[in-house]
């Protein structure tokens, strides 16, 4: 195994000093040279350390004010689960298929949670969006958007940021190649039904039901996939 190098050696220390002083996003960091002095390193890996740090987040660099905890989002993440899907994609390989795959065992799992007690608000907002998908369908074909939105929504009550993050990256993924992927196929008043079967078992608080449901509208997801994914080869 290869010794790392002093940039990321200058990367474990400074996410140690973070966890040590129980630090938070925005919260400020030692200076580029204040840390220098602390690690008796080089600025040169002291920056680059910086670098690696803010590219995933964990670190913010402001031009004239200083270095602080970073947002700590998932962006990084998302933006390379997106980016490995497209490609496999692209070279008519089953990245989206896997992906979805991934998010079916995840929001079947999921959802079967929920039905333990979603507050009627919440109900009221996931029926107010199949009553959005219904009037899309009419026009042929139901948005993404209105699609995404119901997803996060039925998790709402979990209260759970980092599952909003995480199935943002699947959603992510999938607009990342949407130009190839054709969604006509899927029938719009079929994902209205399909929708508000999910919203109904939430709301009668029947697991099983809630499973299956979210089960048959992944079938029909997966099925398009298993004849499209991959586009053909010029």
């Keep these: 195994m290869a010794r790392p190098t002093m940039a990321q050696d200058i990367e474990r220390r400074i996410k140690e000093l973070i966890l040590a002083k129980r630090l938070g996003p925005g919260d400020p960091l030692p200076t580029e040279g204040e840390l220098t002095e602390l690690f008796d390193a080089g600025r040169v890996s002291v920056r680059e350390a910086l670098k690696s740090l803010q590219a995933v987040n964990a670190v913010e660099i402001r031009r004239g004010s200083g270095t602080f905890v970073g947002s700590l989002s998932l962006s990084p993440f998302a933006e390379g689960l997106a980016f490995r899907a497209a490609v496999r994609h692209r070279r008519g390989e089953p990245g989206l298929l896997e992906l979805m795959r991934v998010r079916e065992v995840l929001e079947a799992g999921l959802v079967g949670a929920v039905t333990a007690g979603v507050p009627a608000q919440d109900l009221d907002t996931l029926r107010g969006l199949v009553r959005t998908m219904e009037s899309e369908a009419r026009t042929g074909r139901v948005a993404r958007a209105t699609d995404r ?86």
Excluded: K
């Design 149 to 234: 939105a119901f997803h996060l929504a039925l998790y709402a009550s979990l209260e759970n940021h980092l599952l909003s993050e995480v199935l943002d990256a699947f959603w992510a993924a999938m607009d990342r190649v949407r130009e190839d992927l054709d969604d006509g196929h899927q029938d719009p008043h079929t994902t209205c039904a399909q929708h508000l079967e999910i919203v109904e078992a939430v709301a009668a608080g029947d697991g099983e039901r809630a499973v299956r449901a979210m089960r048959t509208h992944f079938d029909g997801i997966r099925e398009r996939l298993t004849e499209g994914d991959g586009p053909r080869r010029q």
